[in-house]
């Protein structure tokens, strides 16, 4: 069974960077379409998130238009760490944020966009942003 755990969050000035960190544990992400997602301030639980930023098998990323040129998603060589690089951080960029996996060949997967919440269903529990003007 995989687990995602998240790291990196915490308190920054408006204009600078954190990078978010999600390690796997339990088995290898070789075969799973990968993504960070966030939960905005202002939506409670059980609220959609917002996708930020995916990435598949071959390396293809996707962007929200809100983040691109800012953040940047990455993996490691081994397939076990999902990163997200945030530089330029702006208020609203506040969240905590989620990793998320889903296996390769998952039915749902195939018929939901790269940033659908729904894609997914593997979660972290996610680590929180807070920048601060």
């Known amino acids: 069974q995989v687990q995602l755990v998240e790291s990196g969050g915490g308190s920054v000035q408006a204009g600078g960077s954190l990078r978010l960190s999600c390690a796997a544990t339990g088995q290898t992400l070789h075969t799973f379409y990968m993504a960070w997602f966030r939960q905005l301030p202002d939506q409670g639980p059980g609220k959609a998130y917002e996708?930020?930023?995916?990435?598949?098998?071959?390396?293809?990323?996707t962007y929200a238009e809100s983040v691109k040129g800012r953040f940047t998603i990455s993996q490691d060589s081994t397939k076990n760490f999902l990163y997200l690089q945030m530089d330029n951080l702006k208020p609203e960029d506040s969240a905590m944020y989620y990793c998320?996996?889903?296996?390769?060949?998952?039915?749902?997967?195939?018929?939901?966009?790269?940033?659908?919440?729904?894609?997914?269903?593997?979660w972290g529990s996610g680590t929180q942003v807070i920048v601060s003007s």
């Open positions: 998320a996996a889903v296996p390769q060949f998952n039915s749902i997967a195939a018929l939901r966009d790269d940033l659908d919440w729904d894609r997914y269903n593997l």
């Open positions: 996708g930020v930023a995916a990435i598949d098998l071959d390396g293809k990323t």
